[in-house]
């Protein structure tokens, strides 16, 4: 069974740096590309970054391209997201997706179109 974990998300000050992790178990990454989306309250989910398995490529909302690095550790199965220059909108849930050998990428965005995603983890930016 497949199981995604995200962590490192907490509270943190405008401007500062939070790295997410993204744990899976059940598969291996080899094979897959990797998503990360948020969600803020009110809002809908919005795809912030995507890597690839193939080639390595990554993709990223215009929203936080040049702030935000994906990187992927694939001996330990994990993804990272570093989040860098973060701004009170950067706030919300943001959740690891996977089961898509490649990044969905539909008219410039990062489509969710993943099977499996993990329960989220908190980032708020606030002073």
């Known amino acids: 069974q497949v199981q995604l974990v995200e962590s490192g998300g907490g509270l943190v000050q405008p401007g500062g740096s939070l790295r997410l992790s993204c744990a899976v178990s059940g598969f291996t990454l080899d094979y897959y590309a990797i998503g990360w989306f948020r969600q803020a309250p009110g809002k809908e989910r919005e795809g912030v970054s995507c890597?690839?398995?193939?080639?390595?490529?990554?993709y990223y909302a215009d929203s936080v391209k040049g702030r935000f690095t994906i990187s992927r550790d694939n001996a330990k199965n994990t993804v990272y997201l570093q989040m860098n220059s973060l701004k009170p909108e950067d706030t919300a849930v943001y959740y690891c997706?996977?089961?898509?050998?490649?990044?969905?990428?539909?008219?410039?965005?990062?489509?969710?179109?993943?099977?499996?995603w993990g329960q989220g983890t908190q980032v708020t930016v606030s002073s």
């Open positions: 890597i690839s398995t193939s080639d390595g490529s990554t």
């Open positions: 997706a996977t089961d898509n050998p490649k990044c969905p990428i539909v008219r410039g965005k990062i489509a969710a179109r993943f099977g499996s």
